[in-house]
């Protein structure tokens, strides 16, 4: 996992994650945080392998959803 940010990343996430970056909003420069997985897990609530959030806290909650995927896309990768 590459975290460029300041985000506190619990261990057992780690290995779920590939890289976790940031960006500032352009309306109002507020921090966006992105998490990204790696093949084989993705956002429970949305399916998403992505998602973002504002604070360590939002971060946090979404972080809880990850769960297995098994979607064409990693199935794909994870065969190479």
Do not use: A
């Amino acid at each position: 996992m590459i975290n460029s940010t300041t985000l506190k990343i619990p261990k057992k996430y780690q290995p779920m994650i590939e890289f976790v970056d940031v960006e500032c909003s352009t309306c109002d420069n507020t921090p966006v945080y992105w998490i990204y997985l790696n093949p084989g897990f993705c956002f429970g609530y949305s399916g998403w392998h992505l998602c973002n959030g504002l604070t360590q806290t939002e971060i946090s909650d979404i972080l809880s959803s990850i769960q297995p995927c098994n979607c064409e896309e990693c199935c794909e990768v994870i065969r190479k």
